[in-house]
């Protein structure tokens, strides 16, 4: 369970002690967050090889689901509300959980592929 916890903190998956961005970014101002090359704790380099994080668009896009149902069951079938809220609601959490989505994708891909399988 820890695991699950320290992937979300976006620690390092091989000691889970430093940190794996150095910037959140800001999705209101394009910035996107910052990775660093390797762990400052244990040196573990988190870009594997060239491309690795390609695989984590898969995760990014599987939250950015997630979380846009989440959006339309709340919206439509909770509060009843019209198509253009939701449409709203849906374009506004998209913006706002980018930034989100890209770190904690990332961070996941890398637990995914790391011995201490989660
Ligand atoms: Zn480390």
């Not at 369970?1 to 910037?23: I, N």
């Not at 668009?57 to 069951?73: D, H, K, Q």
Request: charged content about 20%; proline content about 3%; glycine content about 6%.
């Amino acid at each position: 369970m820890s695991r699950y916890v320290k992937a979300l903190q976006c620690k390092c998956p091989k000691c889970e002690k430093g940190k794996v961005f150095r910037s959140n970014g800001n999705s209101l101002l394009f910035r996107m967050p910052k990775m660093f090359h390797s762990c400052q704790e244990c040196g573990y380099v988190f870009e594997r090889e060239p491309g690795f994080f390609f695989g984590a668009m898969y995760v990014s896009y599987a939250l950015a689901v997630a979380e846009l149902i989440s959006m339309l069951v709340v919206i439509k079938f909770i509060l009843g509300m019209s198509n253009i809220v939701l449409l709203c609601g849906v374009v506004i959490v998209a913006v706002l959980l980018s930034t989100f989505n890209f770190r904690v994708s990332r961070s996941l891909w890398m637990y995914f592929f790391e011995k201490k399988a989660i």
